[in-house]
């Protein structure tokens, strides 16, 4: 099974900021099998990006993906106060799982 | 527009059995797998295991097989989660969420239906 270990488990940023969260896999993810989710209190996860770097329908250009292999970076260009929740990586190769989460909070 | 809505609230006791549902609409449902996710209190996300509605293959997590039966009716486009024998650390958030074009990320999810497992 891979582990995806994300870091930092929380980041305080302040509006207007720009924000980067990290996944690391214990193996490498094939085809680049990585997706990021958005979840808020009291919500259902919402899909931001797919295949590592693919946005989801509806998502902001300021949300962004990147990496390859095991290292993966989701960037938010400049956040919003909308943008405060907590934040999953997946790997949805032969046996999925997802990484604990980073909390982005208000700093 | 795709909606995946789930069966309510369920408060249960030790060793009591239970299925909880996830209708979906506004697409193929044959067409896309069904997942479920569980989310504990106050933690993060588990990917359970998923079905293909249109001739039911079925995969679990490890950590979940043989612990919980996934299945779907295609007929009336409803997958399901059941339990034979529940305890306390079933009590969770379980999500049913729709799977993107032959790749297991989910793109749509249903509300959730908590459960809670108590004497």
């Known amino acids: 099974e891979i582990v995806l270990t994300q870091s930092p488990g929380t980041l305080s940023l302040s509006p207007g900021e720009r924000a980067t969260l990290s996944c690391r896999a214990s193996q490498s993810v094939s085809s680049s099998y990585l997706a990021w989710y958005q979840q808020k209190p009291g919500q259902a996860p919402r899909l931001l990006i797919y295949?590592?770097?693919n946005r989801a329908t509806g998502i902001p250009d300021r949300f962004s993906g990147s990496g390859s292999g095991t290292d993966f970076t989701l960037t938010i260009s400049r956040l919003e106060p909308e943008d405060f929740a907590v934040y999953y990586c997946?790997?949805?190769?032969?046996?999925?799982?997802f990484g604990q989460g980073t909390k982005l909070e208000i700093k | 527009e795709v909606q995946l809505v789930q069966s309510g609230a369920e408060v249960k006791k030790p060793g009591e059995s239970l299925k909880i549902s996830c209708k979906g609409s506004g697409h193929s449902f044959n067409s896309y797998w069904i997942g479920w996710v569980r989310q504990m209190p106050g933690k993060g996300l588990e990917w359970m295991g998923i079905?293909?509605?249109?001739?039911?293959?079925?995969r679990y997590s490890p950590s979940f097989q043989g612990q919980v039966t996934i299945s779907a009716d295609k007929s009336i486009s409803i997958a399901y989660l059941q339990w034979s024998s529940l305890k306390a650390s079933d009590t969770a958030m379980y999500y049913c969420?729709?799977?993107?074009?032959?790749?297991?990320?989910?793109?749509?999810w249903g509300q959730g239906t908590p459960v809670t497992v108590s004497s």
């Open positions: 969420a729709r799977s993107g074009a032959a790749s297991y990320y989910f793109d749509y």
């Open positions: 079905i293909y509605p249109g001739d039911s293959d079925t």
């Open positions: 997946q790997q949805y190769g032969s046996s999925p799982t």
């Open positions: 295949g590592a770097s």
